[in-house]
């Protein structure tokens, strides 16, 4: 089989585990039911996902290094295929243990899954000399996450209206399963290491950590984006409770009202490839954290359901981040660590929301949504006047390759 061959049947079926991956009939109503059926506070549901975060910080690197070593259509596999598991735990949360011990599962499923797609995308074009295509393709890919989200949103209301929240969660398990089956059948790229041997597993990460701390552009764009990242997606778990605050019942209404922002989010995944390439992924770095700030403060100032006018564009900017941003490193980095130093965005970013996602949920209960949306958009402000200034001095465009251990330090 060609290396085009294996392009082709590695796009299609990447395409088909994007989609189905977040594909889950329970998302729009995941909130709903434990706040409302099983009695948990907003304040215990996002102190879990803060674990959960935790669990996530701490495997990420790791289970990265696992997809390097091991094969990245494994890791995603195994990724999928626990976090069905864990979906099925979650059907039957009856306590915060269970609740806990489904989030725990679900941090080891998300880590397999994290910068391994991302990784075997760009060696997949690589083998095919269309690397220059990674933030389109990527891109399109981040738009069948959102796609799959958005049509799971537009049917889990009416299906858990239908029958009960209960049943989509099963559905959901099962979409896991065929989606851990999809990965199986991807064609795992050669890893170019020349002709070095493998390098042992732990020493491949302590590379992979001197390779990032001694380039500062790239250091930059991992922090700076895994912060803002963190500041833009924490809006999302508070979009369920104001559309409860505003009186908004479960339902067709309570699912449509989700949808326009999935749609946002798949045309600002789309929008990434335009403005990829020379400087301008740096300008959208400095320039996405901004927007995404005015829209919090719109959000936690504007009163009745007015305010909901400000979601899609925090999800629209949020949504053009990871294309960017993990374009721009996988350019900086090699095949051998790619997914590795992938996964330092993730862990940057489950790092900062592990801190984050409690402190939304007790501030939404103790003051108010008003103050948890300004808490998010101070996050994203804060990522920029931190760590955008190494940017301002970067050599070289995204298109073109630099080594890390010649990168200039800050």
């Known amino acids: 089989m060609t290396s085009g061959t294996h392009l082709g049947r590695n796009l299609r079926l990447l395409y088909a585990y994007w989609f189905l991956r977040e594909f889950q009939l329970w998302i729009p109503v995941w909130i709903v039911f434990l706040t409302i059926e099983q009695g948990f506070s907003l304040t215990a549901v996002t102190s879990a996902e803060g674990l959960f ?9 790791p289970t990265g290094a696992v997809a390097d ?27 915060f243990a269970v609740l806990l011990a489904s989030f725990m599962l679900w941090s080891v499923a998300s880590t397999l899954m994290s910068g391994a797609d991302m990784a075997l995308l760009f060696d997949t074009l690589k083998t095919g000399g269309r690397e220059s295509e990674y933030e389109r393709i990527a891109g399109r890919g981040a738009a069948l996450n959102w796609s799959g989200v958005g049509v799971a949103t537009l049917l889990g209301g009416p299906v858990a ?22 990965a199986l059948a991807l064609w795992e790229p ?8 493998a390098e042992p597993y732990l020493r491949s990460i302590r590379m992979a950590f001197q390779e990032v701390s001694a380039t500062s552009d790239l250091r930059a764009v991992i922090l700076l984006a895994g912060i803002a990242l963190a500041a833009l997606h924490g809006v999302q ?53 901004v927007i995404g700030a005015a829209g919090c403060v719109t959000l936690a100032l504007t009163p009745g359901l007015g305010a909901y006018a400000a979601f899609p564009v925090v999800v629209l ?15 900086r980095v090699g095949s051998e660590r ?41 996050v994203a402000l804060a990522s920029l006047l931190l760590f955008g200034k190494p940017l301002l001095g970067a050599r070289g465009g995204v298109d073109g390759a630099i080594p890390a251990q010649v990168a200039g330090e800050a």
């Open 53 to 61: 975060l935790v669990g996530v910080v701490v495997l990420e690197v």
């Open 69 to 95: 070593k091991w094969g990245r259509s494994l890791s995603m596999a195994l990724g999928a295929f626990f976090l069905g598991v864990s979906v099925l735990v979650f059907a039957f949360t009856t306590s």
């Open 161 to 182: 209206a239908l029958f009960d929240i209960r049943f989509t969660i099963f559905l959901g398990a099962a979409t896991c399963l065929v989606t851990s089956l999809i």
């Open 190 to 197: 050669p890893h170019a290491r020349g002709d070095r041997p």
């Open 237 to 289: 778990y508070l979009v369920q409770p104001f559309l409860v605050d505003r009186d908004i019942e479960v339902g067709v209404v309570f699912s449509l009202l989700q949808v326009p922002l999935f749609a946002a989010g798949m045309f600002g995944a789309l929008l990434a490839a335009r403005v990829a390439g020379q400087n301008r992924t740096r300008q959208a770095l400095f320039v996405v954290p």
């Open 317 to 331: 900017v949020g949504s053009m981040l990871h294309p960017l941003s993990t374009g721009y490193v996988n350019r």
């Open 338 to 378: 790619r997914a590795t130093i992938l996964s330092m965005q993730g862990m940057v970013m489950s790092l900062v929301m592990a801190a984050m996602v409690p402190a939304l949920g007790f501030a939404t209960d103790r003051w108010g949504l008003g103050v948890a949306f300004a808490a998010c958009g101070t």
